[in-house]
């Protein structure tokens, strides 16, 4: 089983950053592709970012692109979304999830995260 736990949201005004994290329970973090997802009111929950097991492949969603960046201390059993030039429509709760992979994959789809953490919320204000 494994536990997430995500921490760093928060309101913040338009064009500035935070930082999310994720700490995982899991004695084999390293084995663990991690994504961030966000689900805003009203709405699908969608894909923000991804991380592959050894933090070597990375992926963004386009809205994020270039704004946000995901990182891993494997050592921390962490993952981090680094949140810049915030919009108001990044408004939302966002989720930490984590997908057991034989593979150095960063994999954008919902349905190949299997666990979840409970999210947090991120505000950004106009």
């Known amino acids: 089983q494994v536990q997430l736990v995500e921490s760093g949201g928060g309101l913040v005004q338009a064009g500035g950053s935070l930082r999310l994290s994720c700490a995982a329970s899991?004695?084999?973090?390293?084995?663990?592709?991690m994504g961030w997802f966000r689900q805003a009111p009203g709405k699908e929950r969608e894909f923000v970012a991804a991380?592959?097991?050894?933090?070597?492949?990375?992926l963004f969603s386009e809205s994020v692109k270039g704004r946000f960046t995901i990182s891993r201390d494997n050592a921390k059993n962490t993952v981090y979304l680094q949140m810049n030039s915030l919009k108001p429509e990044d408004t939302a709760v966002y989720y930490c999830?984590?997908?057991?992979?034989?593979?150095?994959?960063?994999?954008?789809?919902?349905?190949?995260?299997?666990?979840w953490g409970r999210g947090t919320q991120v505000t950004v204000s106009s």
């Open positions: 999830a984590a997908d057991f992979r034989n593979n150095d994959v960063a994999p954008f789809a919902r349905h190949e995260y299997y666990f």
């Open positions: 899991v004695r084999t973090f390293s084995s663990y592709a």
């Open positions: 991380i592959s097991r050894s933090g070597f492949s990375t």
